[in-house]
Nanobody, 120 residues
Framework: QVQLVESGGDLVQPGGSLRLSCAAS????????MGWYRQAPGKQRELVAT???????NYAASVKGRFTISRDTAKNTVSLQMNSVKPEDTAVYYC??????????????WGQGTQVTVSS
């Protein structure tokens, strides 16, 4: 019904930049909140940033001022610009969206994840 596909994960040096993208497709009627989460080895999945349909953003304290989330509502895409990355940003990054399909209520969907590794 709904698929989220992430791209942009890579190996990047500390202090560098990376841009993640996520595209939602399928029988989408409307998308409310979109966001990025991450999970490092041995740790729980944690929120990185979210953005509402109206453009209101929310960031984890650890990334505020370094990461910027944006979305294209017409194209059902969300991006995460990551600047001044640190080794502790290393994780699998997951796209998340609160989607209403043509046949049902809003529910959460997840992408398959994209690996970000910060290392020299």
């Amino acid at each position: 019904q709904v698929q989220l596909v992430e791209s942009g994960g890579d190996l990047v040096q500390p202090g560098g930049s990376l841009r993640l993208s996520c595209a939602a497709s399928g029988t989408i009627f409307s998308i409310n909140v979109m966001g990025w989460y991450r999970q490092a080895p041995g740790k729980q999945r944690e929120l990185v940033a979210t953005i509402t349909r109206g453009g209101t953003t929310n960031y984890a304290a650890s990334v505020k001022g370094r990461f910027t989330i944006s979305r294209d509502t017409a194209k059902n895409t969300v991006s995460l610009q990551m600047n001044s990355v640190k080794p502790e940003d290393t994780a699998v990054y997951y796209c998340n969206a609160d989607v209403r399909t043509w046949s049902g209520p809003y529910r959460d969907y997840w992408g398959q994840g994209t690996q970000v590794t910060v290392s020299s």
